[in-house]
């Protein structure tokens, strides 16, 4: 059998158990959600540049998350209904005020305008990609239950977190630059006003739904 390997002994993870790890992270992380929304609306109003600094904070989120599987505090955070249920409403009330600030708000969260940019330091753009995704309680599942049936107990498990991790942390910052590369291309482009509203309450009626959904999200 064929292994991916770093040394002889540490970091060997089966290629196929590789490639199907590969697989559900990009359908995961490619497919439109709330992060994906955010950042695309940010790099329309306000650069690629700027937009990557969210990128960025999402993805560290993840590594943070990656963390509290690998240590097993977040199977203890699903089991807790208390801390499960926090982390839940916090991403639903989050989601809810930036779908419904697009929504009412003259410019909103999520304006395409070149000449109507909100001015954000990079940290605080950061801090809003990082709380999107660590109040998000199906990433916090998706780490917790998904991501150790690629772990093989049999070898050591802290290189193949670390690996593992490495791998998702490219994926989101590839798979988010690219929505961001999009989002930066449309405010080259003349939009109408029109257009421009229908796009931020388009936007942020999807995340709404993406939080009434998540307030469905159950532990499992």
Same mark, same amino acid.
């Given at each position: 059998?064929?292994?991916?390997?770093?040394?002889?002994?540490?970091?060997?993870?089966?290629?196929?158990?590789?490639?199907?790890?590969?697989?559900?992270?990009?359908?995961?992380?490619?497919?439109?959600?709330?992060?994906?929304?955010?950042?695309?609306?940010?790099?329309?109003?306000?650069?690629?540049?700027?937009?990557?600094?969210?990128?960025?904070?999402?993805?560290?989120?993840?590594?943070?998350?990656?963390?509290?599987?690998?240590?097993?505090?977040?199977?203890?955070?699903?089991?807790?209904?208390?801390?499960?249920?926090?982390?839940?409403?916090?991403?639903?009330?989050?989601?809810?005020?930036?779908?419904?600030?697009?929504?009412?708000?003259?410019?909103?969260?999520?304006?395409?305008?070149?000449?109507?940019?909100?001015?954000?330091?990079?940290?605080?753009?950061?801090?809003?990609? @990082?709380?999107?995704?660590?109040?998000?309680?199906?990433?916090?599942?998706?780490?917790?239950?998904?991501?150790?049936? @690629?772990?093989?107990?049999?070898?050591?498990?802290?290189?193949?977190?670390?690996?593992?991790?490495?791998?998702?942390?490219?994926?989101?910052?590839?798979?988010?630059?690219?929505?961001?590369?999009?989002?930066?291309?449309?405010?080259?482009?003349?939009?109408?006003?029109?257009?421009?509203?229908?796009?931020?309450?388009?936007?942020?009626?999807?995340?709404?739904?993406?939080?009434?959904?998540?307030?469905?999200?159950?532990?499992?």
């Amino acid at each position: 059998m064929l292994y991916f390997s770093t040394t002889e002994e540490a970091m060997m993870i089966p290629i196929e158990t590789l490639l199907l790890f590969l697989a559900t992270t990009i359908v995961v992380v490619i497919s439109p959600g709330p992060a994906a929304i955010v950042v695309t609306g940010e790099a329309a109003s306000n650069g690629f540049k700027k937009s990557f600094s969210v990128i960025l904070g999402i993805a560290i989120a993840n590594v943070v998350f990656f963390a509290l599987s690998a240590t097993g505090i977040a199977a203890l955070i699903i089991a807790s209904n208390v801390l499960f249920t926090a982390i839940k409403w916090i991403g639903v009330a989050y989601l809810l005020y930036l779908g419904f600030g697009a929504i009412m708000g003259s410019a909103g969260p999520l304006t395409i305008s070149p000449s109507r940019r909100e001015v954000a330091s990079y940290h605080k753009t950061f801090i809003r990609g @990082f709380i999107l995704e660590a109040s998000n309680p199906k990433a916090l599942l998706y780490f917790s239950a998904i991501l150790p049936q @690629f772990i093989d107990i049999s070898r050591p498990v802290l290189p193949q977190f670390a690996m593992l991790c490495f791998i998702t942390l490219i994926i989101d910052l590839c798979c988010y630059s690219l929505y961001a590369y999009l989002g930066n291309k449309s405010n080259k482009v003349a939009i109408s006003p029109f257009i421009i509203k229908s796009i931020n309450r388009t936007a942020g009626g999807l995340l709404i739904f993406a939080g009434v959904k998540m307030a469905t999200v159950e532990r499992q």
